[in-house]
């Protein structure tokens, strides 16, 4: 965020999307509007979208309140994010285990 590799909000993403040539999009699991936007259709059918979380999780990650997209214009972010959440999704998120 500080490097200035993310573009939050539907706005910033079309923004990103126009200057940048096809960055990864990260959609919360429950941001519906998100799915309408141009922009996160053509990364959905390229590839290029991650879904994570919801919108209250990843403001949370972004040090925000709700965020329901957000365009990673750095490509080994993207990758290292994509890595991650396929683990998460493989072995779970750790909240997801019972204790003990």
């Known amino acids: 965020k500080r490097a200035r590799r993310l573009a939050i909000g539907a706005d910033a993403v079309r923004e990103a999307a126009a200057g940048d040539h096809a960055p990864t999009i990260l959609v919360a699991?429950?941001?519906?509007a998100a799915l309408r936007?141009?922009?996160?259709r053509a990364a959905q059918a390229d590839g290029r979208a991650l879904a994570w979380g919801d919108k209250a999780r990843l403001g949370d990650a972004l040090g925000?309140?709700?965020?329901?997209?957000?365009?990673?214009?750095?490509?080994?972010?993207?990758?290292?994010?994509?890595?991650?959440?396929?683990?998460?999704?493989?072995?779970?998120s750790g909240s997801e285990r019972s204790p003990g």
């Not at 699991?29 to 519906?32: M, V, W």
């Not at 936007?37 to 996160?40: F, G, H, R, S």
């Not at 993207?78 to 683990?87: D, E, F, T």
């Open 29 to 32: 699991s429950d941001a519906a």
């Open 37 to 40: 936007l141009a922009e996160v």
């Open 64 to 92: 925000r309140g709700d965020v329901a997209v957000v365009a990673i214009r750095d490509a080994g972010i993207a990758a290292a994010l994509r890595q991650a959440i396929g683990l998460m999704q493989t072995f779970g």
